[in-house]
């Protein structure tokens, strides 16, 4: 089964980098462009997993972060921090405002994929869609059909 993964990003050419890999992978994604709309698009998608940059329009990551957490339905969904100024205070203040991890930017196209699906449960990996990450050519190929 593939994951329902949030994207919360300003940046055009990062958000179409992460989802073009999330999406070669086999993963499904959903785009917010500011914290306001990504917290709204949370609420009602309940997706697998949210990666989100710090800093946005309207409602900044630790902003979003602080929504996240207040509503219960969404209490459980892991949340990755995806930051330019990822340094060992940062990391540290990220963590202690309830991210459950983070990225540093520029994301690595090669092991992206990889370091977000630890966050992921084993049957939404891209493994368990056939998928194998020493064979990069699988990057490649369509997406497998599932009911
Ligand atoms: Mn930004």
Redesign the pocket.
């Known amino acids: 089964m593939p994951a329902r993964i949030l994207l919360i ?3 055009p050419d990062n958000m179409d980098l992460m989802a073009y890999l999330l999406e070669a992978y086999g993963h499904v994604t959903l785009a917010a462009r500011d914290g306001e709309t990504g917290v709204e698009i949370a609420r009602r998608e309940l997706p697998d997993l949210i990666i989100c ?4 329009p309207k409602l900044d990551g630790y902003g979003v972060i602080r929504e996240l957490r207040r509503h219960t339905d969404l209490r459980n969904i892991p949340v990755v921090a995806v930051t330019a100024f990822a340094m060992a205070g940062d990391c540290d203040a990220l963590l202690a405002a309830g991210f459950d991890g983070y990225l540093s930017k520029p994301i690595e196209p090669e092991s992206f994929v990889g370091q977000l699906e630890r966050f992921l449960p084993d049957y939404l990996r891209s493994n368990s869609l056939g998928f194998d990450f020493d064979r990069p050519e699988d990057a490649q190929h369509e997406r497998p059909e599932h009911s």
């Open positions: 990003e300003d940046n940059d710090i800093q946005l």
